[in-house]
């Protein structure tokens, strides 16, 4: 009862596990604007560090400087129906791994809140159910310099919304409170927003990683133009096949003149164009997490299209191959590099799933 009176009145205990980049900014720009918020860190010399230096924040948004409140290791938060929201900003797999222990962390009527790309919030909500998680998406930007120190890059915001669809009180007080740090914004189609996001994850972030490229030089090959079509194409497939109608984010999720399969016309080359002015010149965080040896969150995005596809008998032969490539990168057994464009296109004809013939002679002509 406490809780649901406290959440009533607009104020909400938080905590923000991770105080990477995303968790930083947004716990950093609350605590600034009067919130009572606690940092959960990965380790003890995270929040050592956190604690002696504060929070600062530089770039879009606002500078601004903070003392860090209270901040320890996940572990130290133990006392249950503390948090009426608990925000999850870590990477996909630890999100799903951490968020069943944090269910007894929440007060009466508290919400769990991922903000990570791909099916985390499906995925959570199948396994906890629906009354603790409330569906969020970052098109946040932001660089931490180190602990306790970032950088916002973008003026973007949270999406938040409820998985079954539809607009609920509890996500119009989430969204009041923490539009004290950040823009938020609500949709009644959330898992149309999932899946529109979802798209340009697969055929964006993930292509310009295995490539060792940005979108914009990746799309001037003609492997590379008909390696993000096909991929584009699978995955608003499987969106189409389960039920979902992707809402309009960055651009019309589904593309002029789309009938299964990604056209060649004017119209087609405009809304390309579109998604380049938003991504063209930005680098993969996949890729940086080739770079610096972590687990990418590949199974959350080409590997769900994949599985999802499974479930609604739609072929994924090219995100399929494109997982598998992601894998062995992640291994070491193979490198970012161009040449995996047509490696990809290649292997999924070979597998005798192709729709369209490879190789190409120029984008559009199909054999």
């Not at 649901?4 to 205990?13: H, I, T, V």
């Not at 770039?59 to 133990?78: C, H, M």
């Not at 009644?188 to 927003?193: D, K, L, R, T, V």
Request: glycine letters at 12%; one cysteine or more; a positive charge.
């Amino acid at each position: 009862m406490v809780a649901m009176e406290r959440s009533c009145r607009g104020f909400m205990k938080t905590l923000i596990v991770g105080a990477g980049a995303l968790g930083g900014i947004i716990g950093a720009r609350l605590l600034a604007a009067g919130g009572a918020v606690s940092l959960a860190t990965r380790n003890a010399k995270a929040a050592e560090e956190i604690k002696a230096s504060g929070l600062r924040v530089t770039g879009v948004g606002g500078n601004l400087t903070t003392e860090a409140g209270d901040v320890a290791r996940l572990a130290e938060y133990s006392v249950p129906g503390t948090f009426d929201l608990i925000i999850l900003a870590t990477k996909a797999q630890d999100a799903i791994d951490v968020a069943p222990s944090l269910v007894r962390l929440l007060a009466p009527g508290g919400t769990l809140l991922p903000i990570q790309n791909g099916g985390v919030p499906l995925t959570l909500a199948s396994r906890l159910g629906e009354r603790y998680v409330l569906g969020g998406l970052s098109n946040l930007t932001a660089t931490m310099l180190r602990p306790g120190l970032y950088e916002q890059t973008n003026a973007g915001y949270l999406l938040i919304g409820e998985l079954a669809g539809g607009w609920s009180d509890r996500s119009g007080r989430v969204s009041q409170w923490l539009n004290r740090a950040v823009n938020v914004r609500l949709t009644p189609n959330f898992q149309g927003a999932i899946w529109s996001k979802l798209l340009l994850n697969c055929s964006v972030t993930t292509i310009g990683a295995i490539a060792g490229l940005t979108m914009r030089a990746y799309i001037d090959r003609p492997e590379g133009r008909e390696l993000f079509s096909r991929t584009y194409d699978e995955a608003l497939s499987v969106a189409l096949a389960s039920g979902v109608r992707p809402e309009k984010m960055l651009v019309d999720p589904i593309p002029p003149g789309w009938d299964g399969r990604n056209s060649s016309r004017e119209a087609h080359s405009l809304w390309l164009c579109e998604i380049l002015t938003g991504y063209g010149d930005a680098k993969a965080s996949m890729l940086q997490d080739f770079e610096r040896r972590r687990t990418t969150e590949i199974a959350f995005i080409n590997g769900y299209v994949v599985d999802t596809g499974r479930q609604f008998g739609v072929s994924t032969p090219v995100n399929a191959a494109i997982v598998e490539t992601v894998h062995a990168i992640t291994r070491g057994q193979s490198s970012p590099d161009p040449n995996h464009l047509r490696q990809i296109l290649q292997i999924s004809v070979d597998r005798g799933n192709a729709s369209v013939l490879f190789p190409l002679i120029e984008y559009g002509e199909r054999r």
